[in-house]
Structure formats: structure tokens, C-alpha cells
């Protein structure tokens, strides 16, 4: 009897030990998680790697979508597979990132698996619910540009120029710069100046470097309504020149 309880009092310790842990690791901060992530990148770092798989198993959807993003980059396909589903189980819980994350994968493909825009497209369109204006690095903004570009090149989908420039307005009011350069191409094509202009300059004042060099160009040629100015146009050349330098590093 005296063993019995002695045995029931360690499995108690046990458990309560394990669900404390597990309580822990679903806590954790996620600026630890995000540095396991770099590690686990940059230089394969096994103590890393163990560290996000325990702290995903305790369901910290952080750590799910880190997870998910170190594996999906693997050239080993059955790691790769592993990471899409880390990435699904995040999204699943409403996280626009992973969403975003899923439908570039299934957009670009992974090791071991096909491409498969209509799953590219489904996640895509989850994400794009979380659209935020005036917010370009966010997984809603980037997800409408992505979807502008299924729906204008036919990927999986039927060619459909309408619904391309919808979901590409709709990326370039969410402050998306190559939205916006692209949909002042668009208005520029029809002949609009005023609009493409517009646009153009939204997209060079987020330092875009091709629409700094198209504004620079239409000074110098007297495009788009605007006056031939030589001082304007270094000026843009020069902001071109930054940009481009600040792509690079």
C-alpha cells in the first residue's frame, strides 16, 4: 500500500511537473523565439531547432510559425512537408503571417511538393482579410499583391484583368509600393496622367526605386504633365541611387 502511493505520488509529481513545463514554454517571449529562428536559419543550430519543436508542441503559435518558416526552406522535402504543416496549424489558428507564409509556398512550391495555386490562392485570400491600410509590411497588404498577380497572369485561374486591378487597387491603398508603381503603369497605359502620376509619386516617396527613376525619366522627357526640369530629375536620379543601395544591403 505504502509503494502504491509512493508510485501515485511521483506520477503526480510528474504530470505536474510536464504541464508546468509545457505551461512555460507557451509563454515564452517572442523575441526568444525569434532569435532560435535566426540561429536555426543562419547556422543550422541544433539547440535552436530543439527549442522551437518544444515550444510548438506546448502550442505557442510563434513558435509554430517559426517553425514552420525554418523547415519549409529545407531541401529535404520530408522536412519541408514537416514545415508546411507547423505553417497550417498556425494559420489554422488565425495567423495572417502564416497564412501569407502558406500561399507564397504553395505559390513558389517547396521541396517535394508541387505547386498548387488554387492552395496558394485559398490561403492568400485568409490572409488578405487582415488587410491594413497604410501598412505595407503587413501579411494582409501582401497578400492582395500576390493575389493581384494570380488573378492578372491566369495562375490556376482563368485570366481575369478586372479582378487582377481590384485586388491591385486595393494592395496599392494599403500602401504596397510595387502596387502602387504597378497600378501607375496601368493608369499610364490609359492615358490617365493624373492618376498615374499620383501613384507613381506615392510609390517613390516609399522609396521605390523604379518609380524614383520613372518620375526622374518623365522630367527629363516632359512625361505625364509635368514640365521638363533638369534639377528635378537628378534630384530623382538620386533618390533612385539611394534606394537602390538600400535594397542591396
Not at 49 to 55: E, I
Not at 68 to 97: C, H, I, K
Not at 185 to 197: T, V
Amino acid at each position: 500500500m505504502m509503494k502504491r502511493a509512493l508510485l501515485t505520488g511521483v506520477c503526480v509529481s510528474v504530470s505536474m511537473c510536464i504541464a508546468l513545463g509545457v505551461v512555460t514554454l507557451s509563454h515564452t517571449p517572442a523575441r526568444d523565439i525569434d532569435e532560435w529562428r535566426v540561429r536555426a536559419l543562419s547556422t543550422h543550430d541544433w539547440t535552436s531547432m530543439t527549442k522551437l519543436r518544444a515550444t510548438s508542441w506546448a502550442r505557442n503559435d510563434a513558435a509554430m510559425f517559426a517553425l514552420g518558416t525554418v523547415l519549409v526552406s529545407d531541401a529535404n522535402p520530408q522536412r519541408a512537408r514537416d514545415g508546411l504543416r507547423w505553417l497550417e496549424r498556425s494559420a489554422q489558428s488565425g495567423n495572417p503571417d502564416a497564412q501569407l507564409t502558406l500561399g507564397r509556398a504553395f505559390f513558389d512550391g517547396v521541396a517535394g511538393t508541387p505547386l498548387d495555386y488554387a492552395r496558394s490562392r485559398a490561403w492568400l485570400e485568409r490572409a488578405a482579410h487582415d488587410v491594413t491600410e497604410d501598412a505595407p509590411a503587413s501579411a494582409g497588404a501582401q497578400a492582395t499583391y500576390w493575389l493581384a498577380s494570380i488573378h492578372r497572369n491566369g495562375y490556376g485561374v482563368p485570366r481575369n484583368a478586372d479582378a487582377g486591378l481590384r485586388w491591385l487597387e486595393r494592395a496599392a491603398r494599403s500602401s504596397v509600393p510595387q502596387a502602387q508603381f504597378q497600378l501607375a503603369n496601368i493608369y499610364r497605359e490609359r492615358g490617365d496622367d493624373a492618376r498615374a502620376l499620383d501613384w507613381l509619386r506615392r510609390s517613390a516617396a516609399a522609396e521605390y526605386a523604379e518609380a524614383n527613376l520613372a518620375l526622374a525619366m518623365a522630367y527629363r522627357n516632359g512625361e505625364l504633365g509635368l514640365h521638363r526640369d533638369e534639377g528635378e530629375y537628378w534630384s530623382y536620379v538620386k533618390e533612385t541611387l539611394h534606394d537602390y543601395k538600400h535594397r542591396v544591403q
